[in-house]
């Protein structure tokens, strides 16, 4: 009796091994030229990333802006079709599934999306946009679905009695807090939080980090967290990758990151932060008798010798070709303005009231009204 050939069997995945795995991916773009639409190039958006996360980590991703960091957390969530390389979730390959496989597969991952504002349908109600996934992926329908979302809400810190309203009823924050709750719809394991809180104000943003972290501990999920804010992802991560050019150039856990950079672009990047000091920091006297602008009053010192051989280092009191005594007369751009307006009104009234003629506001000089002091005779034609 012949054989019959079985399938292999799949090696079931352990919270041991990383959740999502990105091994060589590249994602390529291609530039058309011509009638015929030819490629003559390609941006490599992503050149071979490698990556690991593990279930109940939060992996940061940084670097300025254009370097790849949406496109690659989009790439691993296959919303964009990647050109080369491998996407492992669960220790399944997913690089090439399609149709219903690729979405059951999707039911356990999802985006939080960089704007509140533009990621939320305008047209839908907020109980209408967190039951989409519901909807699509056939969880729940009728009192169930109503149900589940009211929960979803309360999960995110807000009244359940909002899935009525619609988006432009909330502000940015809250927006977001609807974004996480149609993230959380479908009881994802990964989420790439793609920017999440850049377009919002300080202290929305660390109400969105602490419920981010609640969530982590209370249901385990995993993220791919990418922000520009360099704080923020020491404060919320447990590994991170700076990203450059499509490429990763440095791979370590935060506290080494942060403490020990190795790359030199790493080292620029957390150098091109400001801090408190440097902005409260006196600005350098030095360069005053050696250029043409003064740092101390903001503004060009105009028709002035300088002699820096007469001019005090330390106090720039010495001499009166030092172009700090020179800023004590020169004039003050915001007095000026200050009288241009002031005395603008005032004389387009004088004029019209002697001369009846179109008068634009841009022939006046705001340093030099010249007014006459009698009023000239007014002219008729013969």
Wanted: net charge negative; glycine share 8%.
């Amino acid at each position: 009796m012949p054989e019959t050939a079985h399938a292999p069997l799949k090696k079931a995945w352990t919270a041991t091994e990383p959740l999502v795995s990105v091994h060589g991916l590249k994602k390529w773009f291609p530039i058309a030229s011509g009638i015929t639409e030819r490629t003559v190039a390609q941006v490599h958006a992503v050149d071979g990333v490698d990556l690991e996360i593990m279930k109940g980590e939060t992996l940061g991703l940084v670097g300025e802006s254009g370097c790849g960091k949406s496109t690659l957390g989009r790439t691993v969530l296959r919303l964009y079709e990647p050109t080369e390389g491998t996407i492992r979730f669960k220790g399944e390959d997913i690089t090439k599934l399609r149709g219903e496989a690729l979405r059951a597969k999707r039911r356990e991952m999802a985006m939080i999306f960089q704007d509140p504002y533009a990621s939320l349908d305008p047209r839908q109600t907020v109980g209408d946009i967190i039951g989409e996934p519901l909807d699509i992926h056939g969880l729940a329908k009728g009192k169930e679905r109503r149900g589940r979302i009211f929960e979803l809400l309360q999960v995110v810190g807000m009244n359940p009695k909002f899935a009525d309203r619609y988006p432009h009823e909330f502000s940015g924050g809250q927006r977001q807090r609807i974004g996480i709750a149609r993230a959380l719809a479908v009881g994802p394991t990964f989420i790439v939080c793609d920017e999440p809180i850049s377009a919002l104000d300080v202290s929305i943003q660390a109400q969105i980090i602490n419920l981010l972290q609640d969530l982590q501990e209370e249901m385990g999920i995993s993220y791919l967290f990418i922000a520009h804010d360099l704080a923020v992802v020491e404060h919320i991560s447990d590994d991170v990758l700076v990203m450059y050019r499509g490429q990763i150039v440095e791979s370590a856990p935060a506290e080494k990151i942060y403490s020990a950079p190795e790359n030199e672009y790493t080292r620029n990047l957390l150098a091109s932060v400001p801090t408190l000091a440097e902005s409260l920091s006196a600005p350098d006297l030095s360069a005053c008798c050696n250029t043409s602008y003064c740092p101390l009053h903001h503004h060009q010192v105009q028709d002035f010798q300088r002699d820096k051989s007469n001019c005090d280092a330390q106090g720039h009191s010495a001499g009166n070709n030092c172009s700090m005594r020179a800023c004590e007369t020169a004039p003050n751009p915001a007095v000026g303005t200050a009288l241009f307006v002031l005395v603008a009104p005032i004389a387009l009234t004088y004029r019209a009231s002697v001369e009846p003629a179109p008068i634009l506001v841009s022939s006046f000089v705001p340093f030099h009204l010249n007014l006459p002091s009698t009023p000239p005779p007014r002219t008729f034609p013969s």
